[in-house]
């Protein structure tokens, strides 16, 4: 069985047992105004597919020692592979606006997002194809939350990006299948839709270079996880990298 066969029968099983959402109290936040002209989205990851990330780092002090320099904050809440828990985002809201990444296959998923108080929500193209895709994209949109629309090729880019409506993609420098990260791969789809789509750029950001070619070619921002996890004092850096490159494009 490979990852993504294992992931969607990990969700089934979630889904099975999972309460229904809380009523939402929290305000909800244009997650894309939020990142402003390009901004850095940090993530809180306590681990991923190849192993523990970082385990002694809470999420709350995470969050407030990031703040002053992220435009807004990703919340895994897969719990199998990324050590996950919805209850990550209401944590994370009062600093900065919510995206949940997991492995969304159901509407459920969605109205959990909505509930816990999250802004975005991660749909993975290559997860769910197309037509599930653009179903889960409209009914966030009609919650009122951005669908984050994941690709990791320039095909799905180029189709995701001809939806129209409040989305936005999520260029993956890494390949869902082999799990390997490309950035120059992400720069290449990135360039292809320069102008057509907003997007992020994401995995494997560890440098302010790397943040300065992404902001350079127009996107809203990238997400940084595990570099961040690891050494959170690195946003300074890309913070400055990403405010001396909207200088000066």
Known sequence: MDFLAQVKKAVELRLATEPSP?????PLVDFSKA?????IIAEYKRASPRGVVRLDMQPWAYFAMLQ?????????????????DYRFIPMAKPFKPVLMKD????????????GYGADA????????????????????QRLGLTPVVEVDN??????AATWGGKIMLGINSRDLATLEVS????????????????FIIESGISKPEEVEKACMLYAK??????????????IKELRHAAESCVSRR
Do not use: C
């Not at 320039?154 to 189709?159: P, T």
């Not at 921002?221 to 690195?234: C, D, E, F, I, S």
């Open 121 to 140: 929500v991660l749909i993975i193209y290559r997860l769910v194809g197309r037509e599930k895709a653009m179903e889960l994209a409209e009914y966030a």
């Open 103 to 114: 492995f969304v296959l159901d509407k459920r998923q969605i109205e959990i997002a909505y």
């Open 183 to 198: 950035f120059h791969k992400a720069i290449e789809i990135a360039k292809a839709l320069r102008g057509d789509v907003d």
């Open 35 to 39: 990142l402003g002209e390009f901004g």
């Open 22 to 26: 809380p009523a939402r109290s929290l």
């Open 154 to 159: 320039l095909q799905d880019a180029k189709e």
């Open 68 to 84: 002053p320099y992220a435009a807004a904050f990703s919340v895994l809440t897969e719990p199998f592979w990324f050590l996950g």
């Open 221 to 234: 921002g990238v997400l940084v996880g595990t570099a961040l996890m690891k050494n959170p004092a690195l």
